[in-house]
């Protein structure tokens, strides 16, 4: 079965730094781009970021850029997205998603992560 | 960046009627436009890729159209679990990827 399984987020302060993780399995991780996306609290859907198979070719909104920085290692089967400068707009749901640049669209998406930026 | 609009925001419809929702970009995206599907505490699904092609799993009853800027996505007839947020997605002109605002659809 495919799955993703986000973890990492929590109560971070504005300025603070937070590594989130995507653990995948059910697929052959290294032959597909990945992808993170946000929600911000009852708001709609914000792609962040995505990463190709080889690490390589990585693009971000520029809203995280200078700040995110997305990785992964195929050797583990993850995904990661390190975070850092966060701000109070940051805050939301952080979902890791497979697909995205050459893969095509993103299926599956893990359940997600909570980040909440707040002093 | 393409700007993609969905309306209505907000379509109020009952069970057994059929939903139309319209997802309009800012520049043509050929037909890399996809629509997913949100429900209330859980993560988006995919429903619809290039344009008008169901995903696996997806019921007959939804279905895409269109092309260049103007997307449509039908749902022939509501069941209870189709009421949901639905976004379109386009893939043409990354990155960005962006997403529409997304369209409510809501017991009536």
């Known amino acids: 079965e495919l799955q993703l399984v986000e973890s990492g987020g929590g109560l971070v302060r504005p300025g603070g730094s937070l590594r989130l993780s995507c653990a995948a399995s059910g697929f052959t991780f290294s032959r597909y781009w990945m992808t993170w996306v946000r929600q911000a609290p009852g708001k709609g859907l914000e792609w962040v970021a995505n990463?190709?198979?080889?690490?390589?070719?990585?693009y971000s909104v520029d809203s995280v850029k200078g700040r995110f920085t997305i990785s992964r290692d195929n050797a583990k089967n993850s995904l990661y997205l390190q975070m850092n400068s966060l701000r109070a707009e940051d805050t939301g749901m952080y979902y890791c998603?497979?697909?995205?640049?050459?893969?095509?669209?993103?299926?599956?998406w893990g359940q997600g992560t909570l980040v909440t930026v707040s002093s | 960046e393409v700007v993609l609009t969905q309306s209505p925001a907000t379509l109020s419809l009952s069970p057994g009627e059929r939903a139309t929702l319209s997802c309009r970009a800012s520049q043509s995206v050929s037909n890399s436009l996809a629509w997913y599907q949100q429900t209330p505490g859980q993560a988006p699904r995919l429903l619809i890729y290039d344009a008008s092609n169901r995903a696996t799993g997806i019921p007959a009853r939804f279905s895409g159209s269109g092309s260049g800027t103007d997307f449509t996505l039908t749902i022939s007839s509501l069941e209870p679990e189709d009421f949901a947020v639905y976004y379109c997605?386009?893939?043409?002109?990354?990155?960005?990827?962006?997403f529409g605002q997304g369209t409510k659809v809501e017991i009536k």
């Open positions: 998603a497979r697909g995205g640049g050459a893969s095509g669209w993103c299926i599956p």
């Open positions: 990463i190709d198979q080889y690490g390589r070719e990585k």
């Open positions: 997605q386009q893939g043409s002109h990354w990155p960005p990827y962006t």
